[in-house]
């Protein structure tokens, strides 16, 4: 079934509810449907807010129930010593010719507090 009847059959489905709302939970079918549905949305790029549109439902509603929309897993991270990084870059010329670099902030303007 393709994309567009697979949202017509969820929507129609829906539709043949009573109201729902807070404390009236979906039938577990449906749901797993509808988060197959936004899993797959996703997969193709679109938006959770996007399948909400879709299938007549509050986008928050399929976030809540598809986590796995939020995040893919686990991305590596790497942390670097901003200090180091931020003290490499430091470098002063004065008008008079002098050059100052590699301080970090605090020595250096302890050193200019100084000259000055």
């Known amino acids: 079934m393709n994309r567009q009847h697979e949202a017509q059959a969820i929507r129609a489905e829906l539709g043949q509810l009573e109201h729902r709302g807070r ?10 449907r509808m988060i197959a549905y936004v899993e797959a949305r996703r997969a193709e790029g679109a938006a959770t807010r996007d399948a909400g549109d879709e299938l007549g439902m509050d ?33 002063v010329h004065t008008p008079g010719g002098l050059r100052i ?4 902030l605090g020595t250096l303007a302890e050193l200019v507090r100084k000259l000055g």
Do not use: I, N
């Not at 929309?69 to 931020?86: I, K």
């Open 23 to 32: 404390g009236r939970a979906y039938p577990e079918k449906l749901r797993k």
């Open 101 to 104: 670099e590699g301080l970090d």
């Open 59 to 91: 986008w928050r509603t399929l976030l809540r129930w598809a986590p796995c929309a939020t995040s893919a897993g686990f991305e590596q991270v790497v942390v670097r010593d901003a200090t180091a990084t931020a003290a490499a870059r430091l470098v």
